[in-house]
């Protein structure tokens, strides 16, 4: 993982009043679903499987504990799916244990095993996490 502080004065990502940002976690696999369709990667795929996840982690995440999804940007490069996702809170992922008290915890280490590549930005306003999956 990359973690980078920017300058002052690095701008924010897009509101989520922005068209381009998913109500949530369905609609953000629905148009990640589009894309690979778009690629040629099948739907019933282990890649497939396994970008639909690292998505609604990344964005059930940004919901529940970043404060809100305020940024949501996806492209094919080549063989690779690019995935930012970005919130409204500067605190950066961490990995914790799970407990009968407190269950969860696992997502993070999911999405770092899953991808090819992870960066976490801070920016004015929270931060955004890129992740970088390959699909062949």
């Not at 973690?3 to 148009?31: E, F, I, L, Q, Y």
């Not at 690629?39 to 396994?50: P, Q, R, T």
């Not at 990344?58 to 999804?69: E, P």
Request: aromatic residues 2%.
């Amino acid at each position: 993982m990359t973690v980078v502080t920017p300058a002052p004065g690095t701008p924010a990502p897009p509101t989520a009043d922005s068209p381009d940002v998913p109500t949530g976690a369905a609609a953000a696999r629905a148009r990640v679903c589009d894309l690979l369709r778009r690629a040629g990667v099948s739907l019933d795929s282990v890649i497939a499987a396994d970008t639909l996840l690292v998505t609604s982690e990344l964005v059930t995440n940004a919901i529940r504990h970043g404060g809100g999804l305020t940024g949501f940007h996806t492209e094919i490069t080549d063989d690779t799916l690019l995935l930012s996702v970005a919130d409204a809170n500067p605190r950066f992922p961490s990995s914790r244990t799970g407990s009968p008290d407190n269950p969860g915890g696992y997502g993070w280490p999911l999405v770092q095993r899953l991808t090819e590549r992870v960066d976490v930005r801070s920016h004015l306003g929270g931060k955004t996490i890129s992740a970088e999956l390959r699909l062949s």
